[in-house]
C-alpha cells in the first residue's frame, strides 16, 4: 500500500481513532483497563508499512493522542514515534504477518508504549497502573485483530 491511498487510509484512521479516544475509549474501561484506539491505529498500520512510513504515523498518532490527553505531547510523540519506527522494521524482516501477530504486536506495543511513559512521566500509583497497562494490552490486542485483517485485505487487493 503506497502514495495517496495510504495517505488517505491513514489520515482517516488516525483522525478516527482520535475521535474514538476522546469520546468513547472511557466508556469501554473494565476494570480499570481502557483500549487505546490510537496505539491500535498506529500498531495496525506500521504492520504493513515500511520503517519510515511507520515512523511518520506513529508521530501524528503521538501529536493526535496528545492534543486529546491535553497534556504530556513529547511523551506520546517520542513513543509512539519510536514504535512506529520498529514494527515498522518487522515488515523488512520478511516474515508473514496475521491476525495472531498483530494480537502480540498490539499487545507487547501497549506495555512498551506504557512503561516507557511511565519511565518519561512518572506516576504516584505505579501498581494500579502496571496492572490497568495489563488489561489495555489484551483490549488493544483483541482490537487490533479485525483492523489488520482488513487493512491486509485492503493492501494485498489486486489492481484493476
Not at 11 to 34: E, K, M, P
Not at 70 to 83: C, E, F, P, Q, S
Not at 116 to 125: C, D, E, N
Request: net charge positive; with cysteine; hydrophobic share 55%.
Amino acid at each position: 500500500m503506497k502514495g495517496a491511498k495510504l495517505g488517505f487510509i491513514a489520515f482517516f484512521l488516525l483522525w478516527f481513532g482520535g475521535g474514538c479516544q476522546q469520546s468513547v475509549a472511557s466508556q469501554f474501561s473494565i476494570a480499570g483497563a481502557a483500549p487505546d484506539y490510537l496505539l491500535v491505529v498506529i500498531v495496525t498500520l506500521a504492520l504493513v508499512v515500511n520503517r519510515r512510513t511507520g515512523s511518520i504515523i506513529g508521530f501524528f498518532g503521538g501529536v493526535i493522542q496528545g492534543a486529546v490527553a491535553g497534556g504530556h505531547m513529547a511523551t506520546y510523540v517520542i513513543t509512539r514515534t519510536i514504535l512506529g519506527f520498529l514494527i515498522g522494521w518487522l515488515t523488512g524482516l520478511e516474515f508473514e504477518g496475521n491476525i495472531a501477530v498483530a494480537f502480540v504486536v498490539a499487545a507487547g506495543s501497549t506495555c512498551i508504549a506504557q512503561l516507557t511513559f511511565l519511565l518519561m512521566s512518572p506516576r504516584g500509583a505505579i501498581l494500579p497502573f502496571l496492572l490497568a497497562t495489563i488489561g489495555s494490552a489484551m483490549y488493544n490486542g483483541v482490537l487490533a485483530m479485525p483492523l489488520y485483517a482488513l487493512l491486509k485485505r485492503v493492501s494485498d487487493s489486486p489492481r484493476r
